[in-house]
């Protein structure tokens, strides 16, 4: 990277971004963080509130409004902005009008000399991923989604709930579409040293009944708790911290993001959520799950799903 400072640029200063904004200044992931977003009076009264913050903040971060001429020394673009999923819209409902801002806005960061890595989180954020890595023309490890990895975390906080064991003890994984037809990979998780499905049977009263049961209401969270706040926004936003300490200090770790298909779990052409080692290049290597024959099956419909969206905008 070109700076000697890890700096840090967010797009979008709504409900997502002004928490992810708020989570980094709290965790004092990196030494700059400049915000963006269209409404430029919210941008500059969140880095003002903000700035008010630092003399609490674990380590001293410089943070200020500014535009996107900033996105050329920085060494991740975090994008937010976008339109918001409603009550009784899902994800993909959104692809049409965050696929034309997302367009001008990836013009305007790639304009500015950018080389970093873009993280995106807008939704549908798989869609928009594969977008922003065709508008760019940055490497495939450069371009870097959520993914799954707020589903994942909701599936280990509702299994840690279930088991009675602290939720960073649960090693599992929700991949595929960050929607409607991602899948848990039973075949693959673990409650501390136990796999799951030893885990149930030796749990008095509990059957695999319930871990559908589980997965139903992780898949389903985001409209719940849109139904009652209007959005989601803490979870995303710390998880897109967790992505982003990954990479400013090249941790190698395995998080469960959207990144492009090339031939592993025999598909290409796609950004969907699978495990990923991620450090400071962005995505080091997308991770291979030996997937059961029914999981296989359950991908191939989240890939086909994700596709089909796809091709009538690009």
Not at 109 to 120: E, K
Not at 149 to 178: C, K, P, W
Not at 196 to 217: C, H, M, P
Request: charged fraction near 25%; charge should be negative; aromatic fraction near 8%.
């Amino acid at each position: 990277m070109k700076n000697k400072v890890n700096r840090v640029v967010l797009i979008g200063t709504g409900f997502v971004g002004s928490s992810y904004a708020f989570a980094m200044l709290n965790q004092g992931v990196s030494e700059e963080l400049v915000l963006l977003d269209v409404n430029k009076s919210k941008s500059e009264g969140d880095a003002m509130d903000l700035n008010h913050g630092l003399p609490f903040a674990p380590s001293s971060t410089k943070i200020w409004f500014g535009d996107y001429y900033d996105c050329q020394d920085a060494d991740l673009v975090v994008l937010t902005a976008g339109a918001n999923q409603k009550p009784g819209e899902t994800r993909l409902d959104l692809v049409g009008k965050n696929l034309a801002i997302f367009k001008h806005i990836v013009a305007q960061v790639m304009d500015s000399g950018f080389d970093g890595i873009f993280l995106i989180a807008t939704n549908p954020v798989d869609i928009l991923t594969y977008a922003t890595w065709k508008y760019s023309g940055l490497p495939k490890e450069q371009v870097i989604g959520s993914g799954t990895i707020l589903d994942t975390a909701r599936l280990r906080y509702n299994l840690g709930e279930y088991f009675q064991v602290d939720s960073r003890n649960v090693h599992a994984y929700i991949i595929g579409e960050h929607g409607d037809t991602e899948l848990p990979v039973w075949s693959h998780a673990n409650i501390g040293t136990k796999p799951i499905s030893e885990a149930i049977v030796t749990k008095e009263g509990s059957k695999q009944e319930d871990l559908d049961r589980l997965f139903i209401d992780v898949r389903d969270a985001a409209y719940k708790i849109i139904e009652r706040k209007g959005a989601t926004f803490y979870g995303i936003a710390m998880g897109l911290v967790r992505i982003t300490r990954a990479i400013l200090h090249d941790e190698n770790s395995i998080l469960t993001v959207s990144a492009l298909l090339e031939g592993e779990y025999g598909h290409q052409d796609v950004y969907i959520g699978v495990p990923c080692i991620v450090n400071r290049t962005g995505i080091k290597e997308v991770i291979e799950l030996n997937l059961n024959e029914g999981e296989k099956e359950k991908f191939s419909y989240s890939v086909d799903v994700l596709k089909k969206t796809i091709s009538p905008f690009l």
